[in-house]
């Protein structure tokens, strides 16, 4: 299983960055999938999960209604829409991914919940 993100970079505060996450190795359709950001000195922090296999997505409290996140069944891929951008959202964004169904929010309580992982993409906004 491999999780690949591209897209980061550096945004002016309230801009748009879209994260891409392409996945082989996998069927991705069986699998929840997430990004979780890390800030330095601070705990990672589930953003976004849905279950590849269709139905519900889910995002954490701090971008709700400004992140979205969305399924490319097609060509494996995972994306993130994230609008009116913060310097709170600076940060590094891990692809995860776990072989089961989406639990709901839950998920997005623990990095353990996820047991594949990308390489990370930079997000820097100011």
């Known amino acids: 299983v491999q999780l690949v993100e591209s897209g980061g970079g550096s945004v002016l505060v309230g801009g748009s960055l879209n994260l891409s996450c392409a996945a082989t190795?996998?069927?991705?359709?069986?699998?929840?999938m997430a990004w979780i950001r890390q800030v330095p000195g601070k705990e990672r922090e589930g953003v976004a999960a849905?279950?590849?296999?269709?139905?519900?997505?889910y995002y954490a409290d701090s971008v709700k209604g400004r992140f979205t996140i969305s399924r490319h069944n097609a060509n494996n891929t995972l994306t993130l829409q994230m609008d009116n951008l913060t310097p709170e959202d600076t940060g590094m964004y891990y692809c995860?991914?776990?072989?089961?169904?989406?639990?709901?929010?839950?998920?997005?309580?623990?990095?353990?919940?996820?047991?594949?992982w990308g390489q990370g993409t930079q997000v820097t906004v100011s």
């Open positions: 995860t991914a776990v072989r089961r169904s989406c639990a709901g929010t839950q998920d997005l309580a623990s990095s353990k919940n996820f047991n594949y």
């Open positions: 190795g996998m069927s991705a359709s069986s699998m929840c």
């Open positions: 849905t279950y590849i296999g269709g139905g519900s997505t």
